[in-house]
């Protein structure tokens, strides 16, 4: 059984961390990329977030970037040389399945 589609951002982040360590910069959009995973992750069960609450416009915002491959993660993506149309496939599908485990689709 493969990783979730989070776990599998979870270990890219890793990797992204790992890789070109020296690199600053890289490290900084990497940590963007994972808050924004974090807060559009807290959206989407309706937590809140480091302190920010559940109705935040700043975890909505971050799922809205996420889920519609917006300027935000497409920005952080081109830092990172990632491709920001999957990983928006990959936070949609590990959406899917929360909401399926709760019965909502």
Not at 14 to 43: I, P
Not at 61 to 68: G, H, P, Q, S, W
Not at 90 to 95: P, T
């Amino acid at each position: 059984m493969g990783l979730r589609p989070v776990g599998q951002m979870e270990a890219l982040y890793a990797e992204l961390q790992g890789r070109d360590a020296g690199l600053g910069e890289r490290r900084l959009w990497a940590e963007a990329l994972k808050l924004m995973l974090f807060d559009a992750r807290h959206y989407w069960r309706g937590q809140s977030a480091q302190g920010v609450h559940r109705n935040s416009y700043v975890l909505e915002a971050a799922f809205d970037d996420l889920v519609r491959c917006g300027p935000m993660l497409r920005h952080c993506c081109d830092y990172l040389s990632l491709d920001a149309d999957w990983i928006s496939e990959e936070f949609i599908k590990w959406c899917e399945s929360v909401a399926g485990s709760r019965g909502d689709v």
